[in-house]
C-alpha cells in the first residue's frame, strides 16, 4: 500500500473522521480531434466553485449511510442524474493533505472509477449543465481531460499544469496509467513538459 493509503476498513473505524468519495466516469470513444487525431478515451472532472479541478463527488457520513449511497447523492446534486455507484467502483482510500493530527476533523478520501458508455457520458455532460442542482454554485462546469499531446506541449502537458483540489492530480495521473487510458510514455512526456 502506498504511503498515505488506508484500507476501506481501517479509515471506517476511524470515530470522527470526516470521509469524502470521489469518482472518475469514463468511456471509450471512437472520435477524433481534427477528423485526425483519435481521442480514444474521455475522462470526466470538474470545475469547482473554488476555481480548482476535481472530481465529483463530495462529504459522506457513514453513520448515517454507506460510502457508495453517499457519493450516488452526491452526483446526484452535482450531476443532475443518477450513476449508481457500488463497491465494484472502489479504488482506493487515502489521508486528505495535510494529514493532521486532529483526528476528530481527519479528511479520508475514498476514490472511485467507473466505466460507462460514450453515450451515458453525453447525457451526464447535458445534465450537469441543466437539471443539476449545483450546476453554477458548488460546479462550474463539467471538463473533458485531453488526453493526447498537440504541438507546442498543448492538450494533456497544459492541463496537468492547472491547479486541483487535494490529491485529484494524482488520483487522475495514477487511473491514466493504471487503466491505461495512456501511455506510460505519452504520459511521461506530457509530465516532463509540464514542469516547464
Ligand atoms: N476532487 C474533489 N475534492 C477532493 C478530491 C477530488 N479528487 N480529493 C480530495 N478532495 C477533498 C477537498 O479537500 C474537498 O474540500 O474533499 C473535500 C470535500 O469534497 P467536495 O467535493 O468539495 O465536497 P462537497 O460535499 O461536494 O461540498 C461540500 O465542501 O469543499 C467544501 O465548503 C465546501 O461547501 C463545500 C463542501
Ligand atoms: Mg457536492
Ligand atoms: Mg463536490
Request: hydrophobic letters at 40%; aromatic letters at 6%; proline letters at 4%.
Amino acid at each position: 500500500m502506498a504511503s498515505g493509503q488506508l484500507s476501506r476498513e481501517e479509515a471506517l473505524a476511524c470515530s470522527g473522521c470526516r470521509h469524502a468519495c470521489h469518482v472518475m466516469l469514463y468511456a471509450d470513444t471512437a472520435s477524433k480531434l481534427f477528423g485526425r487525431t483519435p481521442i480514444r478515451h474521455i475522462v470526466l472532472m470538474q470545475m469547482r466553485f473554488d476555481g480548482l479541478l476535481g472530481f465529483p463527488g463530495g462529504l459522506v457520513n457513514p453513520e448515517e449511510e454507506s460510502l457508495e449511497a453517499g457519493l450516488s447523492r452526491e452526483l446526484l446534486e452535482e450531476l443532475g442524474l443518477e450513476v449508481p455507484i457500488t463497491e465494484e467502483d472502489y479504488v482506493e482510500t487515502c489521508h486528505a493533505p495535510p494529514i493532521s493530527s486532529n483526528s476528530r476533523s481527519h479528511l479520508i478520501l475514498h476514490f472511485y472509477v467507473k466505466k460507462m458508455e460514450e453515450e451515458q457520458i453525453r447525457e451526464v455532460e447535458k445534465a450537469a449543465a441543466s437539471t443539476a442542482v449545483d450546476h453554477g454554485l458548488e460546479v462550474m462546469g463539467m471538463v473533458r481531460v485531453p488526453l493526447f499531446r498537440t504541438n507546442h506541449n498543448g492538450g494533456l502537458s497544459f492541463f496537468l499544469t492547472h491547479s486541483f483540489i487535494g490529491n485529484a492530480r494524482s488520483q487522475l495521473i495514477t487511473s491514466l496509467l493504471r487503466l491505461n487510458l495512456v501511455s506510460p510514455q505519452t504520459l511521461a512526456k506530457a509530465l516532463r513538459k509540464s514542469l516547464r
